[in-house]
């Protein structure tokens, strides 16, 4: 295993060996293990998405392939779960492939996970349960997860229905949370890594800036349009159906707005045609992202070119650490203050 030396100590990066207190954030059909396996090389704690390998003979190799490319460094598997049990669900299979693959750390999310603790934690798989919002979080500590990540309003993909943002999160979740926590929602800077510290997480999730990496396979137009966006180019939908989704604003996502804005009672099955994943991974393959639920949060700001995943990293290092220093100044200049 690769000992990263750790120039900001955290409870995440001293339970993963991390160099970097940053989770990538699962990404549907694009969290592989060329993607992830980068993530653990760089330092950071990364999962390969579950569900874009809906086999799982496709997924016992991807998580093999992952093993032999991280270089003895830690990865996980995202498991994000359907809201409730439904005929030929195979999420106890995931986890039970999870174990038998010796690895240690999944990402859940979508529903409780509580049903699955006991075989987990029998295996010593640590679980990070995601959440749109602190009381969440407080009821997935209660269960006896090891961590939660709570991602705020301006993430991309699931940010819940209470659109609570992130600086409020970190603080809510410092004064009530016991156990490690980590603020994702558009994070994309090292100086919001830093904040996060400072209010008591963890350590930051980090989605959209991770999107334009050499490591993600998605096509090079995708990438090129994300960089041409800003901060204000995503549309939120689907909260008509509970399900809201903060997406790259394009043609499916105004379409889908006027629906919900014109017509009532509407169900997933009226949505279905327009919002199916399937669309999105096309976008991914063809680069035309005219179509399809792109998911991208306000960091986009904070997306600039393309680039090895470890050279982002070492950005979002550089940028934390000079934000802890100059936090340090402050504290410094303080005590001069109270000292004359």
């Known amino acids: 295993m690769t000992t990263h030396t750790t120039s900001i100590a955290t409870p995440l990066t001293e339970m993963f060996n991390l160099r970097l207190p940053v989770i990538a954030g699962g990404l549907m059909w694009l969290s ?27 997924l016992r190799a991807e998580i093999r392939k992952c093993r ?45 996970p509580e049903a699955y603790l006991p075989m987990l934690k029998e295996a010593g798989v640590k679980v990070i349960h995601k959440v749109p919002a602190v009381k969440y979080a407080l009821k997935a500590q209660s269960i006896g997860v090891d961590a939660v990540s709570i991602v705020g309003a301006e993430c991309g993909g699931h940010p819940g229905m209470d659109m609570i943002g992130s600086f409020v999160n970190s603080a809510m979740a410092l004064e009530q949370l016991d156990i490690p926590f980590t603020i ?62 903060r997406a790259l604003a394009n043609d499916t996502t105004a379409e889908v707005q006027t629906i919900e804005r014109t017509e009532d009672n509407i169900t997933i099955q009226r949505l279905l045609p327009l919002i199916s994943g399937q669309i999105g991974k096309k976008a991914y393959e063809t680069g035309d992202c005219s179509k399809g639920v792109l998911s991208a949060g306000h960091s986009l700001a904070f997306v600039h070119a393309i680039a090895p ?10 940028q934390a650490l000079q934000a802890i220093e100059r936090a340090a100044s402050l504290h410094a200049t303080l005590k001069m203050s109270k000292a004359s």
């Open 32 to 58: 592989d293990a060329n993607y992830v396996s980068a993530a653990a090389r760089a330092g950071i704690l990364g999962f390969i998405t579950a569900a874009s390998f809906p086999e799982e003979d496709d």
């Open 68 to 112: 032999e490319l991280s270089e003895g460094n830690t990865f996980g598997v995202n498991v994000s779960m359907l809201p409730k049990l439904v005929p030929g669900e195979k999420t106890e299979d995931v986890f039970r492939l999870i174990i038998e693959e010796g690895v240690k750390v999944v990402e859940t999310s979508g529903r409780n």
């Open 309 to 318: 995943l470890n050279d982002i990293v070492t950005e979002l290092e550089t």
């Open 184 to 245: 994702g929602g558009g994070v994309g800077h090292g100086a919001q890594i830093a904040a996060a510290l400072t209010m008591g997480a963890a350590g930051a999730v980090i989605g959209t800036k991770f999107l334009v990496a050499e490591e993600i396979w998605a096509h090079e137009d995708y990438k090129q349009r994300l960089i041409a966006a800003k901060e204000t180019d995503t549309a939120l939908i689907m909260s008509s159906i509970k399900n809201t989704v």
